[in-house]
C-alpha cells in the first residue's frame, strides 16, 4: 500500500465515524413514532395521507408475531408483483430498446433477489431490463426491502430496552417512516451529486456509436442515478449496467467512488448509535461498532496486502511486482481502491462491486467470502447487520456466563436457553443453506456445467454464489454461469432462507426479551461495554465463522493460495 492509500483509508475511517453520531440521531427520530424531525413540515402530511389510504392507526402497536406476519404477508405481496413485471416486461411502457421478458426462472430468481434485499443478478441490467422494470420492480425493492431490514432491527432492539411489554412497534409505521424520512431524502441529495459527477439519468434510447475501427457500440442511457443512489446507501447492491459500479456512467469519478462507498455504511453504522441511545448505555453502542470496526479494518488490511503484492505467477513471468494484482480491476481505481471497495461490499452485505472477484487472488478472495460467512455483521446491511451482531452479542453475553458459573444477563435481562436457542438456530440456518447448496451443486451435473474455472477456483465460485446468496449480499464471483434453470431457482430459495428464516427467530428473541424485567447489574454482572466485551464479541464472531465455515474454505481459496506459491493456476 502507496502512502496516499493510507491517507485515504484514515480519511475514510473518521468521515464514517464523524457521520455515525447524528446520522444515529437523526434514525433515533425516525424510529420513534412520535418523534419530530426537520422535514416534519413538508413529510407529515404524507405520512397521515398515507396511514389513511392503507387503514393504518400509527398508534397501534404489534406484538412479534403481528409484526412478522405483516414482513412475510408483505414480502410475498412483493415478490408477486415484481415477478408479475418482469414476466410482462414487454407489454409495459418505457422500453425504447424492446426488450422481451425474462424466462420463469430468472423473473422468480431477480423477484425474490430484490425483494429481500440480495440484488443478485444472473444478467446485465442494460440488456435485459426495461426502464419500467428498473424503476418499478427493482428500484421499489431497493426501497422497501432496505426499510423493512432497519424495521426489524429496530424492533428487536425496542425488545432489549423496553421492560415487561408484548409490543414491539408498528410494521407499517417503520416501513412508512424510514422510507419517507431517511431513503427519500437521502437519495434525493445523493443522486444529485452523482449527476453532478456526470452520472446519467435519462429515459432516452441506447446511443449507437462508431468506433475508431468502424464497428458498431451501442451504449446504454436511462435513469441511473436515482437506481445507484438507494443501491449503495440500501446496501442493496443491483447494478442498473452489467459492470456495476466499474461502469463509467454508474461511477463516473474517484470522488464519486468515495462517497458510494462512505455510503454504503453510513446508515449501518450510525444503527449502532441509535442502538445505545435507546438501551441508554451509549458506551453499549459504541463497543459494538468498534467490533464491527475491528473485523472490517482487518479485512480491508489483508485483502488489500494480497492484491498489492500481485500473483507469484505473473512476477515470475516478468510483470512488476509493485503493479500488484490488476487482472479484474478497473484502472481508474487501481488496486487499493478494489480492495477497499470488496471488502466494503461484502462486510454491508452490499453486493456493489468496481472490479471482479473471481479475478482476485486466493486469499485476496478469501476476505470477501469469508466477510459474507461471518454473517454479513461486520457493519453489515442496513438493519440486517445490527440485528445479526445482536445474535452474537446474546451468544457471547451467554459464553461469558458460562466462564463465569452464572446466568447469563444483557443488560438487565436474563439470557436463557430459548434465547440461546433461537440464536443459534439463525446461524445454523445460514451454515446450512451454504454449505448445503453448495455441495448439492459440486455433485451434480448442473452445478459443474456452470464453472468456468476447475479445480479449488471452481469450488470458490460455487461457495461464494450460495454465500453471497444466502447472506443476501447479491456479489459473485463472476465467473460462474447462474442464468440456468437449476442455479436460478437454487439460488432464490438461498436468498429466501437467509432472509426470513433468519428474521422470523430474530423477531421471536426480540418478542421474548421483551416481556422480561430488567434487574440492576451486581458485582457479578458482565459488562457489555468497554474493551473486554468488544474483543469477547469479536472472538465470538470468529469463531463460530470458523468453526462453521473454514473447512470448506479450506477446499477453496486456502489450497488455491498454495497451489499458486507452487506456480498451479485454474
Known amino acids: 500500500m502507496h502512502a496516499t492509500d493510507w491517507i485515504q483509508f484514515a480519511?475514510?475511517?473518521?468521515?464514517?465515524?464523524?457521520?455515525?453520531?447524528?446520522?444515529?440521531?437523526?434514525?433515533?427520530?425516525?424510529?420513534?413514532?412520535?418523534?419530530?424531525?426537520?422535514?416534519?413540515?413538508?413529510?407529515?402530511?404524507?405520512?397521515?395521507?398515507t396511514y389513511r389510504l392503507l387503514g393504518i392507526d400509527p398508534r397501534r402497536e404489534q406484538c412479534w408475531k403481528s409484526y412478522t406476519f405483516a414482513i412475510l404477508t408483505f414480502s410475498l405481496v412483493g415478490v408477486i408483483f415484481t415477478y408479475a413485471i418482469l414476466r410482462l416486461q414487454h407489454l409495459l411502457p418505457w422500453n425504447p430498446q424492446n426488450l422481451p421478458a425474462l424466462s420463469p426462472h430468472l423473473a422468480f430468481n431477480t423477484a425474490v433477489s430484490f425483494t429481500t434485499n440480495t440484488n443478485w443478478q444472473s444478467y446485465g441490467g442494460e440488456s435485459t431490463m426495461s426502464y419500467f422494470s428498473q424503476m418499478v420492480g427493482l428500484t421499489f425493492h431497493n426501497f422497501v426491502s432496505a426499510a423493512a431490514g432497519i424495521a426489524v432491527a429496530a424492533a428487536l432492539v425496542r425488545g432489549i430496552a423496553r421492560r415487561s411489554v408484548n409490543t414491539l412497534g408498528n410494521f407499517w409505521v417503520d416501513l412508512t417512516r424510514v422510507i419517507y424520512y431517511a431513503l427519500l431524502p437521502l437519495c434525493l441529495v445523493f443522486a444529485i451529486f452523482l449527476i453532478s459527477q456526470g452520472m446519467i439519468q435519462n429515459f432516452d434510447g441506447y446511443t449507437k456509436a462508431t468506433t475508431l475501427e468502424s464497428a458498431e457500440?451501442?451504449?446504454?442511457?436511462?435513469?441511473?442515478?436515482?437506481?445507484?443512489?438507494?443501491?449503495?446507501?440500501?446496501?442493496?447492491?443491483?447494478?442498473?449496467?452489467?459492470?456495476?459500479?466499474?461502469?463509467?456512467?454508474?461511477?463516473?469519478?474517484?470522488?464519486?467512488?468515495?462517497?458510494?462507498?462512505?455510503?454504503?455504511?453510513?446508515?449501518?453504522?450510525?444503527?449502532?448509535?441509535?442502538?445505545?441511545r435507546?438501551?441508554?448505555?451509549?458506551?453499549?453502542?459504541?463497543?459494538?461498532?468498534?467490533?464491527?470496526?475491528?473485523?472490517?479494518?482487518?479485512?480491508?488490511?489483508?485483502?488489500?496486502?494480497?492484491?498489492?503484492?500481485?500473483?507469484?505467477?505473473?512476477?515470475?513471468?516478468?510483470?512488476?511486482?509493485?503493479?500488484?494484482?490488476?487482472?479484474?480491476?478497473e484502472v481508474r481505481f487501481g488496486v487499493f481502491n478494489s480492495s477497499l471497495f470488496a471488502t466494503i461490499t461484502t462486510a454491508a452485505s452490499c453486493g456493489a462491486v468496481n472490479s471482479m472477484h473471481d479475478s482476485y487472488t486466493a486469499i485476496g478472495g478469501f476476505v470477501p467470502l469469508f466477510m459474507i460467512e461471518l454473517g454479513e455483521v461486520v457493519i453489515g446491511g442496513v438493519g440486517s447487520g445490527l440485528y445479526g451482531m445482536l445474535v452474537f452479542v446474546i451468544l457471547a453475553v451467554f459464553i461469558a456466563g458460562l466462564m463465569v458459573g452464572r446466568t447469563p444477563e444483557y443488560l438487565g435481562k436474563k439470557i436463557q436457553a430459548k434465547e440461546v436457542k433461537l440464536s443459534m438456530l439463525t446461524l445454523l440456518v445460514l451454515t446450512l443453506s451454504i454449505l448445503g447448496f453448495t455441495a448439492l451443486a459440486s455433485i451434480t451435473q448442473w452445478g459443474v456445467v456452470g464453472l468456468n474455472n476447475a479445480g479449488p477456483h471452481g469450488f470458490s465460485e460455487m461457495l461464494y454464489a450460495y454465500s453471497s446468496a444466502t447472506g443476501n449480499n447479491g456479489s459473485a464471483f463472476a465467473g460462474l454461469t447462474a442464468n440456468t434453470p437449476w442455479y436460478n431457482t437454487t439460488l432464490g430459495f438461498a436468498m429466501l432462507i437467509g432472509r426470513f428464516l433468519m428474521i422470523v427467530p430474530i423477531m421471536a428473541i426480540a418478542g421474548s426479551l421483551g416481556t422480561k424485567q430488567a434487574s440492576p447489574p451486581g458485582a457479578g454482572t458482565f459488562p457489555v461495554n468497554g474493551a473486554t466485551f468488544t474483543i469477547l464479541l469479536i472472538g465470538t464472531v470468529l469463531l463460530i465463522g470458523a468453526l462453521n465455515f473454514l473447512p470448506a474454505l479450506a477446499l477453496g481459496p486456502v489450497v488455491e493460495h498454495f497451489l499458486t506459491v507452487q506456480g498451479e493456476l485454474f
Open 217 to 276: 457500440q451501442i451504449i446504454a442511457q436511462g435513469p441511473m442515478a436515482s437506481q445507484v443512489a438507494i443501491k449503495m446507501l440500501g446496501t442493496n447492491g443491483g447494478g442498473f449496467a452489467n459492470a456495476n459500479a466499474s461502469h463509467p456512467f454508474e461511477n463516473p469519478t474517484p470522488l464519486s467512488n468515495f462517497v458510494q462507498l462512505l455510503s454504503i455504511l453510513s446508515i449501518g453504522s450510525a444503527l449502532t448509535y441509535y442502538l445505545g
Open 278 to 329: 435507546m438501551v441508554k448505555n451509549q458506551a453499549h453502542g459504541w463497543a459494538v461498532w468498534a467490533a464491527m470496526m475491528v473485523l472490517f479494518v482487518g479485512g480491508v488490511l489483508v485483502c488489500a496486502h494480497f492484491e498489492t503484492a500481485g500473483n507469484p505467477i505473473h512476477h515470475a513471468l516478468g510483470v512488476d511486482p509493485d503493479d500488484g494484482n490488476m487482472e479484474g480491476k
Open 11 to 49: 480519511l475514510f475511517l473518521g468521515l464514517l465515524t464523524l457521520i455515525t453520531k447524528p446520522l444515529g440521531l437523526y434514525l433515533m427520530q425516525v424510529l420513534d413514532a412520535d418523534g419530530r424531525t426537520w422535514l416534519d413540515p413538508a413529510v407529515k402530511p404524507l405520512e397521515r395521507i
